[in-house]
């Protein structure tokens, strides 16, 4: 101000449909750093955002799915390129978020830039790991593809705010689920703004919903609701209890469940991660994500072909 | 009273006395309507009253089918519909009415027999309505004969934006001789009036001659029912009714979708024409998809959970 320039905050808000509103409640809650400095006032959504998010979800999912995964794949890397072209602003979001210095901050983003590339390279390619023709003892061709589950209530983790969202929702989208996605409660900067990078990425809007508020209070209703398909309860991993309710109330519409420790049993790990409270989810999101959280999605359809007749000559197709 | 009440059974004694008074009614203040109707959607309606207007809602639907792709097969599976709207809750109220064309309303009335709700059927060559008067007569003397309950008439906007207001409602008159026991609704195409003042002037000529419903609109144009027109139409019944004594129910249709809607509806009907239209003797919305979702909130009301298309009937 020394300038003499008024300052410009930005107003974060949700991303719901392809659009960027304010919580229906007309609720904020303030947002501050690891050491109480205020960042920013954001949108306290209620169950009525959730309620709308998943109307979006479910209108956006014909499309999503229904696109080929080469297309999708192409949008999943140009999420990476637009989030490249904004690498500065990520990176003083992250740090103010997780108290991290900036050159960590600027390796997590790095990290959730080539999250969405390596996730970009797996939507054409995971038909192959866990689809496939099956033999059979019959004249049948009979053959498995994976296909995408439809509506998925995403609780990201708590501790890692970018990183740890993007390794959480890059895999639901990329085989062809559409994603309501609950940010982290007390660091949801970075998730809100990667809404903005979502809606000028060419992703079709209403494949991922983007809301901000306290998690139990946005993860019952989405548990519970009859139109969601799965739910990812990663953001309910310091909570037990909280995890242990809402994997009750998935259970009403059978809707898949990733539980929050789905990651290798490594007590020693674990042990150290108790000391540090950023990373109550018990994942190292800078690991090698394997394809775990891509088939956690997936339903198996397998289709049952005849191969028809094979000629005097009784030789194969 | 300080004015006099305009001299109802002279003013359809000609053409030019009919012109005389649709034209001398007071113009509509555009502006203050509109106002008026946003603020009345503004009403919270919560818990209980909600409960209680979801289920009203539903009893006032004339669950309508009216494509060129219509079978007798859909029109049974919407009657079913009709008399039992969710099979999960046996205590959901049934619908008013099923609205068809006329050449399924025989299959509408035997698919409903006994039910209570009632058979509706458009008639007059609707949509447009664009057809020598004695083939309109015929079409409504076929719907009667099919049994209908209730014939949705369409009027001839044609004449009526030329100003030959005595030939629409001449019109109007001779399908009401034709209709016998059935209920008559008028529709006025409010889409295609172009002016407030117009629905005004249509709403109050539909009455003139004998309409026991006046009906906002086809579904077929881009223009349906909106708050603003049902909130004119109503002011209309509650002031007939003031000056003659006689009923007439209103039908807001097309583009009522979701249960927020049905309910600023409601609550324009409460807070303008008052309780007493509070019932689908007076009261109907038409519509389709609208049942779907009145049903989802019902479901999520009695569950406590967000219910989801898959728990209701594809039609």
């Not at chain 1, 997590?108 to 023709?133: E, L, M, N, P």
């Not at chain 1, 790990?269 to 109550?280: H, L, M, N, T």
């Not at chain 2, 603003?228 to 002031?239: I, K, P, Q, S």
């Not at chain 2, 009261?283 to 298309?309: C, E, I």
């Amino acid at each position: 101000m020394s300038d003499g320039r008024l300052s410009v905050f930005k107003t974060y808000k949700l991303y719901v449909g392809g659009k960027f509103p304010r919580s229906e409640s007309g609720r904020v809650y303030e947002v501050t750093d690891p050491k109480g400095k205020w960042l920013a006032n954001v949108p306290q959504s209620s169950r009525k955002d959730a309620r709308d998010a998943v109307v979006a979800a479910r209108k956006a999912f014909g499309d999503w799915s229904g696109a080929t995964a080469y297309n999708r794949g192409q949008i999943l890397y140009r999420i990476a390129e637009m989030l490249e072209g904004r690498r500065e602003q990520f990176v003083r979001e992250v740090a103010d978020a997780e108290g991290l210095s900036k050159s960590k901050a600027a390796a997590v983003v790095d990290a959730a830039i080539d999250r969405w590339v390596w996730y970009a390279g797996w939507t054409d390619k995971i038909g192959q790991v866990v689809g496939g023709a099956n033999p059979v003892a019959g004249p049948f061709f009979n053959l498995s593809t994976p296909e995408p589950t439809g509506v998925v209530a995403v609780l990201a983790p708590q501790g890692s705010s970018l990183l740890g969202l993007v390794s959480v929702l890059a895999p639901v989208i990329a085989t062809g689920n559409t994603a309501v996605v609950v940010a982290s409660a007390d660091a949801p900067l970075p998730a809100l703004s990667l809404g903005e990078v979502l809606a000028t990425s060419d992703l079709p809007g209403g494949v991922v919903n983007i809301l901000s508020g306290r998690t139990a209070e946005l993860a019952a209703p989405l548990a519970s609701h009859q139109d969601v398909n799965g739910i990812d309860l990663t953001g309910a991993a310091g909570d037990a209890e909280l995890a242990k309710e809402l994997e009750a109330a998935a259970a009403e519409n059978l809707k898949r469940v990733l539980r929050p420790s789905v990651s290798r049993h490594r007590p020693e790990k674990e042990a150290k991660d108790a000391a540090r409270p950023q990373a109550v989810d018990g994942s190292d999101w800078s690991a090698d994500p394997g394809t775990h959280r891509l088939t956690a999605f997936l339903e198996t359809k397998t289709v049952w072909h005849p191969t028809g007749a094979l000629g005097a000559s009784g030789s194969s197709y | 009273m300080p004015t006099t009440a305009p001299p109802l059974a002279d003013a359809t004694a000609s053409d030019s006395a009919l012109r005389r008074f649709l034209h001398g009614l007071p113009g509509v203040d555009t502006v203050g309507l509109e106002a008026r109707a946003a603020a009345l959607g503004t009403r919270s309606i919560k818990t209980t009253a909600k409960a209680y207007a979801i289920d009203l809602a539903i009893s006032m639907i004339d669950l309508t089918t009216l494509e060129g792709a219509d079978t007798p097969g859909k029109v049974r599976a919407l009657a079913a519909k009709a008399v039992n709207p969710d099979p999960l809750d046996r205590t959901t109220p049934r619908t008013a009415a099923v609205c068809v064309y006329p050449d399924m309303a025989a299959t509408a009335v035997a698919a409903l027999a006994g039910s209570g709700v009632k058979v509706a059927s458009v008639a007059t060559a609707f949509p447009a309505g664009r057809a020598a008067p004695a083939v309109k007569l015929a079409d409504v003397r076929d719907a009667v004969a099919a049994g209908a309950d209730e014939i949705d008439m369409v009027i001839d906007r044609g004449a009526f934006l030329s100003g030959r207001y005595l030939k629409v409602y001449e019109e109007i008159v001779a399908v009401k001789a034709e209709c016998g026991q059935a209920r008559l609704k008028v529709i006025f195409e409010t889409g295609e009036l172009s002016t407030y003042d117009n629905i005004r002037r249509a709403s109050w000529l539909g009455m003139l001659a004998g309409a026991d419903f006046i009906k906002t609109s086809t579904g077929k144009v881009a223009t349906n029912a909106t708050p603003a027109n049902t909130l004119l139409m109503l002011e209309a019944v509650r002031d007939f009714r003031e000056q003659t004594g006689v009923q007439v129910g209103v039908k807001p249709a097309g583009g009522i979708r979701t249960t927020k809607d049905a309910i600023k509806f409601l609550v324009l009907v409460n807070e303008t024409a008052g309780e007493d239209w509070l019932d689908n003797h007076w009261f109907r919305f038409g519509a389709s998809s609208l049942l779907n979702d009145l049903l989802m909130q019902r479901q999520k009301l009695s569950t406590g959970r967000y219910s989801g298309p898959d728990y209701v009937t594809v039609d």
